[in-house]
């Protein structure tokens, strides 16, 4: 057992690329595509962000300036808008992803991606990175539909445990906010806080060790 792990387990899709930018300007363009005057700010949209979930973050946006929309197409719609930057921007993996990725293969680690995002958002992540790594790399992808509560809370790392068959102490997650930091923790699994270009202001109190570049050290030092 290298690392005093079994499994490392990736959280979100910030974990592995920063998406931060391209996701705002999708709910910008969805919004004005759908007629809407919505303009999410740098500092706006990272104040957001405390809610996890677009489909929750237009929905609860809308709530409050008393407007009545349909969030679920209007989530859609900028989910398709996201897919498309995923597929003609030239995205690079987050500081220390591929070496880390390599060093759990090399040494027979589990690897998993413990999202609770949709499926069309994790097929345009694996295609923008698709010559860095590899969908088959990881033993379990999670996704929106497996669980009925999204982070923060614990459920999708509770499938992704029962998935791997793996005790919580064998596991280490990556989370890139907060508010997903706290489902690992509420999983009891040991969690990395990897913040975000639009988190780095989070309290990421609880986590086994706050970094911006995921060096192997970090963990053999767990």
């Not at 759908?34 to 104040?47: F, Q, S, T, V």
């Amino acid at each position: 057992m290298i690392m005093n792990f079994k499994a490392i387990l990736f959280g979100s899709i910030g974990t592995l690329i920063e998406t931060s930018e391209f996701q705002r300007r999708a709910f910008n363009q969805a919004f004005s595509e759908g007629g809407l005057d919505w303009n999410w700010k740098p500092e706006e949209y990272r104040d957001l962000l405390s809610n996890s979930g677009g489909y929750a973050r237009i929905k609860n946006f809308a709530i409050a300036c008393g407007v009545d929309i349909d969030s679920k197409h209007l989530y859609e719609q900028k989910t398709k808008i996201f897919d498309s930057f995923m597929a003609t921007e030239n995205i690079e993996l987050r500081p220390g992803v591929a070496n880390l990725i390599r060093h759990a293969k090399d040494n027979n680690l589990e690897i998993a991606f413990v999202t609770s995002t949709t499926e069309a958002n994790i097929n345009a992540v694996f295609l923008a990175i698709k010559d860095q790594i590899k969908r088959s790399d990881f033993s379990f992808i999670g996704n929106d539909k497996m669980v009925s509560k999204l982070k923060p809370n614990p459920d999708i790392y509770l499938k992704a445990l029962s998935e791997l068959n793996l005790d919580a102490k064998d596991c280490i997650a990556i989370e890139d906010t907060e508010i997903s930091m706290k489902s690992a923790l509420a999983a009891s699994i040991q969690c990395i806080a990897f913040p975000g270009e639009f988190a780095q202001d989070n309290n990421f109190t609880g986590a086994a060790h706050l970094t911006e570049n995921l060096n192997i050290d970090i963990f053999t030092d767990l």
